[in-house]
């Protein structure tokens, strides 16, 4: 039987999770729901240094908000937990101590004096100073030191980490689903720290032990993890673990310019890179979020499935259910995706307009209650009216506050525009036209008025532009007669009447 699908996204929480990190979580949430698998969360936080409060709460709220939820993780044990690594502490050291039993790791006593003072002196002779085959005989440790001084100096309490140690003079021939077959000399990898003295495992050792632990058969994480990928094979080899399948996800670039989008890019450039907004705890600084902009969790993810990744076909808007049915590894590039948020307003959009109007009125309706309006008008009818026009939620207020409320001020060019020396008069007599009509629906309303301007003998503009600087304010709006038989007769009127008064 083919193994039960396990992915898994690891954030570390350092900060809130950036648009790049929600991109990952995304795809494996695509790969595990399209491969009836099961999407892990994992909390990487090792580096107690890096921790930053409130950021596991941002990562599992950001998930949420993006209806793309793990299966396992913290609060969910799914029987692999505990998921945070702060948790797992007892757990590596093991591995770490077999590593070097078997020869593949070694311990390291270089003080950090020692260890910069061959980076200045490599420097000064234009080299790099890289730990690994070239050097370790002559450090501090226990491949250069008699057994006896290593014992001496690890029950005396001395620092120490412990290092991978490099294989020499290997082609390692590694697979990545995405970028097929990457080749590897291993003379140019250095001896990694896997443990510290603090008694905690770096993000390697942890990642590895974790992954196999928690039994995940497919690791999908960004680009700059690549350079990783050989030292991760070779812990596995190392450790005697079949190791998963890697995937390496394109970097995320600046809509313009160079390089890669950064956390700093999205206030500085005027739009977001988080999903949600973030509160620095420290600066009490705030980054702006998609959601507090007024965008839906559906254009997010519509926008980030196709950062790195297409169908193949022409289609560009999906549903969640439709890119879990549409998702295939195989279809992600190597090429680094530009990340367009002009295209991100687009998708927001065509969501927007997808949206069943129904439930735009119920938003619409907080919006309303937010802004003390009460008001008996069919509020679905009113988003109906102008729903095509708008790409946000909020747009709904200034594309229909005219419903609501009577222009309290008129838009000076369209005045000047439409509102000539006879306007008043010809307004006036509207009102009296209007006076007589029983049937106030559009329909019946826009023949009446069309009549009676057909009848004059003027052209339509005449009256139309007038009455809609009165209705509404300005030349802009939608159709006329709609929004006069839903205000009613009697404001119809009194907005006529004042915009006689006023122009
Ligand atoms: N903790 C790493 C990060 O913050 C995880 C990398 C991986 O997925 O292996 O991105």
Not at 36 to 57: C, H, K, M, P, S
Not at 88 to 102: F, G, M, N, V
Not at 361 to 381: G, N, V, W
Request: charged share 30%; with cysteine.
């Amino acid at each position: 039987m083919a193994k039960n699908i396990r992915v898994r996204f690891a954030p570390s929480p350092t900060g809130p999770l950036h648009i790049g990190g929600v991109r990952t979580a995304l795809f494996n949430y695509l790969f595990a729901k399209k491969n009836n698998g099961t999407f892990v969360l994992r909390i990487e936080d090792t580096d107690q240094n890096r921790y930053v409060e409130g950021a596991e709460d941002y990562i599992k709220n950001a998930l949420d908000w993006c209806n793309i939820p793990y299966d396992e993780g913290p609060g969910k044990d799914g029987g692999f937990g505990p998921y945070r690594q702060s948790e797992r502490k007892h757990l590596y050291k093991e591995y770490a101590d077999q590593l070097i039993k078997t020869g593949f790791a070694y311990y390291a006593f270089d003080t950090p004096e020692n260890l910069d003072f061959h980076r200045k002196d490599h420097e000064a002779k234009g080299k790099t100073f890289i730990y690994n085959w070239h050097n370790r005989e002559k450090l501090t440790n226990s491949l250069s030191l008699t057994p006896k001084e290593v014992d001496d100096k690890l029950s005396s309490g001395d620092p120490f980490v412990i290092r991978f140690k490099s294989p020499k003079d290997e082609t390692l021939n590694l697979v990545d689903e995405i970028r097929g077959e990457v080749k590897i000399d291993t003379n140019v990898l250095d001896d990694k720290i896997l443990f510290k003295s603090d008694g905690m495992p770096t993000y390697h050792l942890a990642n590895i032990v974790d992954d196999h632990l928690m039994e995940i058969t497919h690791v999908i994480r960004g680009e700059e993890w690549l350079p990783s990928l050989a030292l991760h094979v070779l812990l596995y080899r190392a450790l005697g673990w079949d190791s998963p399948s890697f995937a390496h996800l394109p970097l995320i670039l600046k809509p313009v310019g160079k390089g890669k989008l950064s956390k700093r890019d999205g206030d500085k450039m005027g739009f977001p890179v988080f999903p949600l907004q973030w509160v620095d705890p420290k600066t009490s600084d705030i980054s702006s979020g998609y959601k507090e902009d007024g965008y839906m969790p559906e254009a997010v993810i519509n926008m980030l499935a196709f950062l790195g990744w297409n169908p193949g076909t022409e289609q560009e808007l999906f549903s969640l259910e439709e890119l879990i049915n549409e998702f295939d590894l195989k279809r992600v590039n190597k090429a680094g995706a530009k990340f367009d948020p002009e295209k991100t307003k687009w998708f927001q959009q065509q969501h927007l307009q997808k949206t069943d109007t129904e439930l735009l009125s119920k938003q619409f309706e907080i919006i309303l209650s937010e802004k003390k309006i009460s008001t008996t008008l069919p509020i679905k009818t009113i988003v109906d009216s102008v729903k095509e026009r708008a790409t946000f939620v909020h747009d709904l207020w200034n594309l229909s506050h005219f419903y609501f409320m009577s222009p309290s001020e008129y838009d000076e060019k369209s005045v000047k525009k439409a509102w000539k020396a006879d306007t008043s008069n010809l307004m006036y007599e509207l009102t009296r036209i209007l006076l007589d009509i029983t049937d106030f629906s559009a329909d019946n309303v826009s023949n009446i008025v069309k009549g009676w301007i057909t009848g004059k003998e003027i052209g339509f503009g005449k009256i139309m532009m007038p009455l809609r600087i009165a209705l509404v304010g300005s030349l802009q709006g939608p159709d006329l007669f709609e929004i006069a038989s839903l205000v009613g007769k009697e404001e119809t009127i009194r907005r006529i009447e004042n915009a006689i008064e006023k122009n």
